[in-house]
């Protein structure tokens, strides 16, 4: 959900404000939407990305056999650490989780769809669409 967002606000010309390789003078207003964006970026940049959601994915949000799917140990409802706890409610709890994976794969038919074009026509901006 996060990446659709991402996709359109990165298409309408709105970046982060500074430098995202301060050693390759790359800025982040410099930087391209879309697919382009994937030879922009430093190798070390997307290492750094794939450091650090292997280390959410095997150390704080450690999949536990013995809890249901979502209930991380460090997690509050549906793995958001929010010092809410777990939900007491079963049928809730199983609702919100359905409802959640509904809008995940959505979301990811959404992204995909938007790649697919941006391959095809060429651009992430507002001619797109």
């Not at 450690?62 to 079963?90: C, E, H, Q, T, Y």
């Not at 697919?116 to 026509?121: C, H, M, R, W, Y």
Request: net charge neutral.
């Amino acid at each position: 959900m996060i990446a659709t967002i991402g996709y359109f606000v990165t298409g309408l010309g709105y970046r982060f404000p500074g430098m995202l390789s301060p050693s390759m003078g790359i800025s982040f207003e410099g930087c391209p939407g879309g697919l382009e964006a994937i030879n922009a970026v430093p190798a070390l940049g997307w290492a750094q990305w794939f450091i650090f959601c292997g280390l959410i994915d095997t150390g704080f949000l450690r999949d536990d056999p013995a809890r249901g799917p979502g209930d991380f140990k460090n997690g509050g409802i549906l793995g958001v650490p929010n010092a809410s706890g777990p939900m007491n409610d079963a049928e809730g709890r199983k609702r919100k989780l359905n409802a959640e994976l509904a809008n995940g794969r959505l979301a990811m038919v959404a992204i995909m769809g938007m790649l697919f074009q941006n391959g095809t026509v060429g651009t992430s901006g507002p001619e797109m669409w």
